[in-house]
């Protein structure tokens, strides 16, 4: 695979080294003819705005050869080229047939202006190979940043650090910092819920088999009568006294109840 891409690289860099002689050639040809009689010929050839054509033409196929055998800025230079061989087919060679000679006569032909330009299409696509200034100019920039620094700007770069740790204040006390991460949860402001009072205990009716019935009241006395006053002692004596009851050994009740005359 690697021999396979070594032979690619070179047979790029024989086909560009080829096409880029070819085109500075013709654009040296038309230099040294000068810009205003090559602007002549394609005017008489009826091509639009021939002196800027002719300037178009000369210049960017002298230059973009060189650029090709080099293999610098091959997307640009490819597409300028190809460009440039679009408008020689259009305007000058597509009505003169395919061969540049026939029969021992100059047809002035296409076969040439395609080839150009197809290979210029080619180059501008990515077909130049590694042999070129573009693969070394990005080779040199992705190693740049990897590569070895000078000693300056190694020594100034020490002295940098020397001189910011020597003007770093040496804290008195040294806590350890707390690698907790602060909490960024919102502080609720909505009032907290008040909680539900507990309902008080709810009273036990009393149980009407433990509970005694109240006792009915007894019926009111007659008024006028002293011996249904309420006074127990008087009563029963009132009563012993009427129904003539006596007790074995016990005297009989004093009227007055034992009260001074």
């Known amino acids: 695979m690697r021999s396979r891409s070594l032979v690619y690289d070179v047979a790029a860099l024989l086909a560009r080294a080829g096409v880029g002689v070819v085109f500075m050639a013709h654009g040296w040809q038309k230099i040294e003819a000068g810009v205003t009689a ?16 002719a300037v178009y033409a000369a210049f960017v196929e002298l ?15 490819g597409a300028l080229l190809f460009a440039d061989m679009v408008g020689a087919f259009l305007f000058v060679h597509a009505d003169r047939g395919l061969f540049m000679v026939d029969g021992g006569r100059a047809q002035n032909g296409y076969e040439l202006v395609v080839a150009l330009g197809m290979a210029a299409l080619l180059f501008a696509a990515g077909a130049g190979g590694r042999l070129t200034l573009d693969a070394w100019i990005v080779r040199r920039r992705s190693a740049r940043p990897d590569g070895p620094r000078d000693a300056d700007e190694e020594e100034d770069a020490e002295s940098f650090v020397e001189s910011l740790r020597r003007a770093e204040p040496k804290p008195a006390d040294t806590k350890p910092i707390s690698t907790k991460p602060i909490s960024t949860k919102p502080v609720s402001t909505k009032p907290a819920a008040a909680e539900p009072a507990e309902p008080p205990p709810a009273k036990k009716a009393p149980s009407r088999r433990s509970a005694p019935a109240p006792a009915p009241a007894p019926p009111a006395p ?15 004596a009132a009563n012993r006294r009427r129904a003539g009851e006596t007790r074995p050994g016990t005297p009989p009740a004093d009227d007055t109840d034992g009260a001074p005359s």
Do not use: C, Q, Y
Not at 222 to 236: L, N, S
């Open 38 to 53: 090559t602007g002549e010929s394609f005017d008489a050839l009826g091509v639009p705005l021939p002196t800027a054509a």
């Open 222 to 236: 007659p008024a006028g009568d002293e011996d249904d006053k309420p006074v127990a002692g008087r009563r029963k």
């Open 63 to 77: 230059l973009g050869g060189a650029a090709l055998i080099a293999g610098l800025a091959l997307p640009v230079t």
